[in-house]
């Protein structure tokens, strides 16, 4: 959106955000989804102006009712569907109305960070689309609209990334989809079968134990499945 003046901590921004919010629902019934986006919505220390986004069938009504509220003292730039403003405060103010269907995409855009949209349009470009505001733009020009974020992230097989998490330092690689490895049934190992009989040397049937002297043997015999069959031969006790 537009760019930054000075500074505000977010407690204040915040502030001014939802008074803005709570004035404009009031003032324009017609809305559909109305909040905040930016570093705001990324809950950062410090932002240098407000970013509200708005969803509206009549997108000019909901813009013309926002350069009137009362917070407002005077009007930078207005269009059909964005305007900026600098409240009383001092504090600037950028609005954009998307239609309801662009809300999931336009809402996951403009709260950034920049550097998590651009990982983000990577890996959709990954898959042959290409991502903005509008939605996901597929090769033959069709589009995937979102009309909520947790849409946005299904579309490249991602769970829903917190706001706060949105600064490209290992969120994506976090929310990635574990696979876990499988195992075949010629992959199993047998248990051993140890025999324990007193006053007898015991050696269970393996290759890999060097042979004892003959005395007692124990031998497994697994089958193809899982479970295994056992046979254990008969056990002699040396003489004394």
């Given at each position: 959106m537009a760019g930054?003046?000075?500074?505000?901590?977010?407690?204040?921004?915040?502030?001014?955000?939802?008074?803005?919010?709570?004035?404009?629902?009031e003032a324009a019934p017609s809305l559909e989804q109305l909040g905040y986006a930016g570093s705001l919505r990324r809950a950062t220390p410090t932002t240098g102006d407000i970013d509200l986004l708005a969803s509206a069938r009549d997108s000019a009504a909901v813009?013309?009712?926002?350069i009137s509220l009362p917070q407002v003292a005077r009007v930078e730039a207005q269009g059909d569907i964005?305007?900026?403003?600098i409240l009383q405060?001092?504090?600037?103010?950028?609005?954009?109305?998307?239609?309801?269907?662009?809300?999931?995409?336009?809402?996951?855009h403009f709260t950034g960070s920049k550097d998590h949209n651009i990982h983000f349009r990577r890996l959709a470009q990954e898959r042959g689309l290409s991502f903005s505001e509008n939605g996901f733009a597929r090769e033959d020009g069709?589009?995937?609209?979102?009309?909520?974020?947790?849409?946005v992230y299904a579309v490249l097989d991602l769970p829903f990334i917190a706001p706060e998490l949105r600064e490209d330092r290992g969120e994506f690689e976090a929310a990635a989809p574990v696979i876990c490895p499988t195992l075949s049934a010629s992959t199993i190992c047998a248990p051993i079968c140890i025999c324990i009989v007193p006053g007898a040397t015991v050696r269970p049937a393996s290759p890999l134990w060097?042979?004892?002297?003959?005395h007692v043997a124990c031998t497994i015999s697994p089958s193809p499945t899982i479970a295994p069959t056992w046979?254990?031969?008969?056990?002699?006790?040396?003489?004394?």
């Open positions: 930054r003046q000075r500074r505000i901590i977010m407690p204040s921004a915040l502030q001014y955000a939802e008074s803005l919010i709570a004035a404009l629902r813009v013309a009712t926002f964005k305007a900026s403003v405060s001092g504090v600037r103010v950028d609005l954009l109305v998307v239609p309801p269907p662009h809300w999931g995409s336009a809402l996951h069709s589009l995937i609209e979102c009309a909520d974020e947790s849409a060097p042979p004892p002297p003959q046979a254990l031969p008969a056990v002699s006790t040396p003489s004394a």
